[in-house]
């Protein structure tokens, strides 16, 4: 099994109030902007990249807040702070949408460890952490599950890409 090593830079702007989210174009969920990371990339390259190719703008990193990896060691996600330097969020390619979300209200078709990121952004001290990356798929099902028609969504989408 190859590593999955993947990047994502979270942008809070509004004194911390708004979160910028992208919604996949293969699966209809929103998600903290990032991606896999490239053999010859370092973990802030791939970070940048990602995120201009998910958002059309030019991000800056202030800190690594946290990075996830699995108990086997095979997956490392890493969640970079930072804000835009230049560009007006704007889907592409590898985004269906591009919004600035408040806090307060954040899309339901958005995960729970990505509620859980956006939580450890907001509550960052700069010291970054290092945590096991597990996913609770119950918790997760059952978080889409109170809204039905999402879920369908996601499934037929899921099947078709």
């Not at 702070?81 to 919004?99: F, L, R």
Request: proline share 4%; hydrophobic share 35%.
């Amino acid at each position: 099994m190859k590593k999955e090593i993947s990047a994502h830079l979270l942008v809070l702007r509004k004194d911390n109030q708004e979160v910028l989210l992208t919604k996949r174009c293969d699966i209809p969920i929103w998600v903290i902007p990032g991606g896999h990371k490239e053999a010859e990339e370092t973990l802030e390259e791939a970070c940048l990249r990602e995120f201009k190719e998910e958002t059309n703008c030019t991000g800056v990193i202030d800190a690594l807040v946290a990075s996830y990896i699995s108990e086997d060691k095979e997956i490392e996600k890493h969640l970079f702070i930072g804000h835009v330097i230049d560009g007006t969020p704007s889907p592409t390619k590898e985004s269906q949408e591009v919004v600035w979300f408040p806090v307060s209200n954040l899309p339901s078709t958005l995960a729970l460890y990505e509620k859980k990121r956006i939580q450890t952004c907001l509550d960052f001290n700069g010291s970054s952490k290092q945590e096991i990356y597990k996913i609770d798929y119950f918790k997760e099902l059952a978080n889409q599950l109170r809204f039905p028609l999402h879920l369908i969504n996601l499934i037929i989408n899921s099947l078709n890409a």
